[in-house]
C-alpha cells in the first residue's frame, strides 16, 4: 500500500528545477506532498484530489494524473530553502477514515 | 493556538523499560495517528484511532499500545523498549479522516534507548 517515490536523492544549485515522482499499484483517493526537514514534523505542502488537478505552493506545484495512478511534484527555480525530504502520500481506506500512508521520500538538497 | 503538542521533545529509556510517550490536541479532531519514523525513513504508521475506535496496524508489533482517553489526548506506551526501538515518534490529527484531509503533525519525540 506505501506508495513509491522516485528519485531517491536529488542535488541541485539555487535556481535549478526537479520533478518528483510518486506512483502507486493502488486507486489513489487523494494524494498528499509534505516536506521534512531534519529532526523537524513533516510540514504540509498540498493535497492533490481528482486526476488532472494541478497546485502551486510557491514555486512548488504538482499534478495528479488519476489514470496512472501517480503524481509528479515540481521544484521550479529552487531555493536553498527547498532543501529537505520530500513525502508523497496516498490516503487509503481503513475502517472508518482514510489513514495516510507515505512513500520512502525524496532528499533534496539544494547548494547555492 | 489550536495545535498537536507532543511530550516531551526527548526522551530516553533503559532496554526493556517501560515507557510512555504522550499528545494532546486543542483541535478537537477526530483521528490521531501514532507514527514511527527512523533516520532517513518514511513515517510509518502504528495505529491510529477514530474517535474511540481502535485500528492496529497488522506489522506493529504487540510491544506497542495506545491509549485515547478522551478527545484531546492520546498516548502510546513502549512496554519493553528495545534498541530497535529508537526512532521519532510523530503524532498526528485528522479532522474525520476523510481523503480530502490533510494531517497535523506535532512537533514529534525522539526516543532514545540505552
Known amino acids: 500500500q506505501q506508495p513509491v517515490q522516485s528519485p531517491q536523492a536529488v542535488i541541485l544549485r539555487e535556481g535549478e528545477d526537479a520533478v518528483i515522482n510518486c506512483s502507486s499499484s493502488?486507486?489513489?483517493?487523494?494524494v498528499h506532498w509534505y516536506r521534512q526537514k531534519h529532526g523537524e514534523a513533516p510540514v504540509f505542502l498540498m493535497i492533490?484530489?481528482?486526476?488532472?488537478e494541478q497546485k502551486g505552493h510557491d514555486k512548488i506545484s504538482a499534478s495528479f494524473n488519476e489514470k496512472k495512478q501517480q503524481s509528479s511534484l515540481y521544484l521550479t527555480a529552487s531555493q536553498l530553502s527547498y532543501s529537505g525530504t520530500y513525502f508523497c502520500?496516498?490516503?487509503?481506506?481503513?475502517?472508518?477514515?482514510?489513514?495516510?500512508?507515505f512513500g520512502a521520500g525524496t532528499t533534496v538538497t539544494v547548494r547555492a | 493556538d489550536a495545535m498537536v503538542i507532543q511530550n516531551p521533545r526527548y526522551q530516553v529509556t533503559q532496554f526493556g523499560k517501560p515507557v510512555t510517550l504522550s499528545c494532546s490536541q486543542t483541535l478537537n479532531h477526530n483521528v490521531m495517528y501514532w507514527y514511527q519514523q527512523k533516520s532517513s525513513q518514511a513515517p510509518k504508521l502504528l495505529f491510529h484511532?477514530?474517535?474511540?475506535?481502535?485500528?492496529n496496524e497488522a506489522d506493529t508489533p504487540d510491544n506497542f499500545q495506545s491509549r485515547r482517553p478522551n478527545t484531546s489526548f492520546c498516548f502510546l506506551d513502549i512496554r519493553s523498549p528495545g534498541l530497535g526501538d529508537a526512532a521519532m515518534y510523530l503524532c498526528?490529527?485528522?479532522?474525520?479522516?476523510?481523503?480530502?484531509?490533510?494531517?497535523?503533525f506535532g512537533s514529534g519525540t525522539q526516543l532514545s534507548v540505552l
Open positions: 498526528a490529527t485528522s479532522i474525520t479522516g476523510a481523503a480530502n484531509e490533510k494531517l497535523f
Open positions: 493502488k486507486a489513489l483517493y487523494s
Open positions: 492533490l484530489l481528482k486526476g488532472g
Open positions: 484511532y477514530y474517535d474511540k475506535d481502535f485500528n
Open positions: 502520500g496516498t490516503r487509503v481506506p481503513s475502517s472508518n477514515d482514510y489513514k495516510l500512508s
